[in-house]
């Protein structure tokens, strides 16, 4: 994955609470093979209404969306972190997340804000007010910051999903950064292995 520095773009306001993974991605959209396209699926059943806020054109290409309490609840299905990504979001500011949710996020480069709900609240309101404010979001300082109307906030992350995202290690690039220390080990292990069993052929070898 991509590393993560700092984000800077326009929001939308979901203005939700409890919104689940089923209504992120719902579940017919599953049976795709690919990782990409996910994009065309997000919020799929709500985006039938004109009103539906990511209709709207003055929040049309927005890359951070602000959510209510709760959100990513649900099933473990890392479609829906992947369909946030495939529209464009690029972070999402909320009160509270669904902790798998939370979890497959950081795993994908999808920068998981979690700010108190007067917070989020006042964000709703400045950007309803002005959809083309700039937010940043600034991982490495841990701040949300509104410049043009000074509003600015912290966040926290936990120091390892800050490590992975400012570095762009997902679970792959973690296991590479062993790379000579797995090599080693390989190398003087006594421990079985596939090749000591089988050939290429499948026939055992002992």
Known sequence: MKAVHVIQGRAV???????????I???DWLKRVE??????GLFSEWRDSPEFVLNQEQFQGATVLLAGPRFGTGS???HA???LMDYGFEAIIAPSFGDIFRNNSSKQGLVIVELPSSDVEELNILVKGNPALQLTIDVERLTVEVAETGWQRTFTLDPMTRERLLN????IGLTMLRENEITTFEKKSDSP??????????H???
């Open 168 to 171: 762009g290690w997902d679970d």
């Open 35 to 40: 990782r990409t396209g996910f994009g065309r």
């Open 193 to 202: 292995t596939l090749n000591g069993i089988f050939d290429a052929s499948g």
């Open 25 to 27: 991605i719902p579940s």
């Open 13 to 23: 306001p979901l203005e939700r609470s409890d919104v689940d993974t089923d209504q």
């Open 204 to 206: 055992t070898l002992r």
């Open 81 to 83: 972190v992947w369909a």
């Open 76 to 78: 473990s299905r890392e």
